[in-house]
């Protein structure tokens, strides 16, 4: 007999607290997306109504080579909780993740909703109060990130945790394009990248999730925070790393994983 979505849905949620799972194969096939989401959906109204607070969302797969690899041809979006924000230089316990790994982004924060159904760069820009540089600590329920499409739109696009940077900028002159990136565990280079690296800009990929979150009903809003995507490859976790995302034009983000040995 299939497995249902609430049945995939709920594997999922039992995976925060009993460990990653075997992929949604069984179920779910690798790119059938509105079944991915509509699993995602089961879920984040579950978490509402358990008292979380949506707080915005986050961009997924704007590296055109990982989409390659997962076989489509677009990024994917997961839901920002509230108790998903660690503070600027915090700490994140090892024993809230399991097999987490550093992303390096720009955060926009809504000063405007979004409800056009065709929206511009420009449109984004405009809607924008200011950008911040960001960290996105992503953590796959999916057992050794053996992961397809549906898999990480299932699980709320990888998310678990993430910090915003020390400056807001506005972004009248500034340059997303060609911002250079470079991430630090423990005072060493782990990588690096650009603003061109996240879709072609991270205002492009701003711009396909307002699109595609109007298609749904669910526009972005004022006070909405996005995390427009990874500016460059991924880095795994070990507990005590310090990490430290520099975005140039944007100041840094910082986050240790675990305490300091």
């Given at each position: 007999m299939p497995t249902s979505h609430e049945q995939m849905a709920e594997r999922l949620r039992d995976a925060y607290m009993s460990g990653a799972i075997s992929p949604l194969r069984d179920g779910l096939a690798p790119t059938d997306i509105n079944s991915a989401y509509a699993i995602q959906q089961i879920n984040t109204d579950y978490w509402v109504s358990q008292g979380r607070r949506i707080v915005g969302r986050k961009i997924g797969l704007t590296a055109k080579a990982v989409q390659t690899q997962l076989g489509v041809h677009q990024p994917d979006f997961g839901v920002l909780f509230n108790d998903m924000m660690i503070e600027n230089g915090g700490v994140l316990q090892p024993s809230l993740t399991l097999q987490p790994k550093a992303e390096a982004e720009v955060a926009l924060i809504l000063g405007k909703d979004l409800t056009m159904s065709d929206p511009t760069p420009d449109d984004i820009a405009d809607a924008a109060e200011y950008a911040m540089a960001a960290l996105e600590i992503v953590d796959s329920r999916i057992s050794d990130w053996k992961i397809q499409f549906a898999d990480t739109v299932a699980?709320?696009?990888?998310?678990?945790?993430?910090?915003?940077?020390?400056?807001?900028?506005?972004?009248?002159?500034?340059?997303?394009?060609?911002?250079?990136?470079?991430?630090?565990?423990?005072?060493?280079?782990?990588?690096v990248g650009s603003g061109a690296?996240?879709?072609?800009?991270?205002?492009?990929?701003?711009?396909?999730?307002?699109?595609?979150?109007?298609?749904?009903g669910q526009p972005l809003r004022a006070g909405d925070i996005?995390?427009?995507?990874?500016?460059?490859?991924?880095?795994?976790?070990?507990?005590?790393?310090?990490?430290?995302?520099?975005?140039?034009?944007?100041?840094?983000?910082?986050?240790?994983?675990?305490?300091?040995s």
């Open positions: 699980d709320n696009g990888s998310s678990a945790f993430f910090v915003l940077g020390d400056t807001r900028k506005s972004l009248t002159g500034l340059d997303l394009y060609t911002c250079g990136m470079a991430m630090e565990i423990n005072d060493e280079i782990a990588s690296a996240c879709l072609g800009h991270p205002l492009k990929a701003a711009v396909w999730l307002a699109k595609t979150l109007v298609s749904v996005v995390l427009t995507g990874a500016l460059g490859p991924m880095v795994t976790l070990n507990p005590g790393d310090q990490i430290v995302a520099r975005v140039g034009g944007l100041g840094t983000a910082k986050l240790t994983y675990g305490e300091i």
